[in-house]
Nanobody, 123 residues
């Protein structure tokens, strides 16, 4: 089991950067695949990026691939999401989740979830 919590969200302007962190207060992130997801108002939760237990990285939308970077810091027990050149359409609640071994596009395949952190990008 792993207990996750997100931090780093906030209100920023278009073009700014944010770095979100997903920290495990129970368990070790290096033992899990960890993914970042987001849910905008009135929309379904969608996958952003995932990192497998082995460190393989997957970005689930090509439009974000060059702006978002997922990384794991085993020393800090975190998986971070660096977001650059933020756009108003990036406004959403960002959540991290964990599952065994590999990342997955389907949100229903993830077992443990944090509560999320709000990211708001103003134009």
């Amino acid at each position: 089991q792993v207990l996750l919590a997100e931090s780093g969200g906030g209100l920023v302007q278009a073009g700014d950067s944010l770095r979100l962190s997903c920290v495990a207060s129970v368990g070790t992130v290096s033992n899990w695949a960890v993914g970042w997801f987001r849910q905008a108002p009135g929309k379904e939760r969608e996958p952003v990026a995932g990192i497998s237990r082995q460190g393989d990285v997957t970005y689930y939308d090509d439009s974000r691939k060059g702006r978002f970077t997922i990384s794991r810091d085993n020393a800090k027990n975190t998986v971070d999401l660096q977001m650059n050149d933020l756009k108003p359409e990036d406004t959403a609640v960002y959540s991290c989740a964990a599952r065994a071994i590999t990342s997955h596009r389907n949100v229903d395949e993830w077992d443990f979830w944090g509560r999320g952190t709000q990211v708001t990008v103003s134009s």
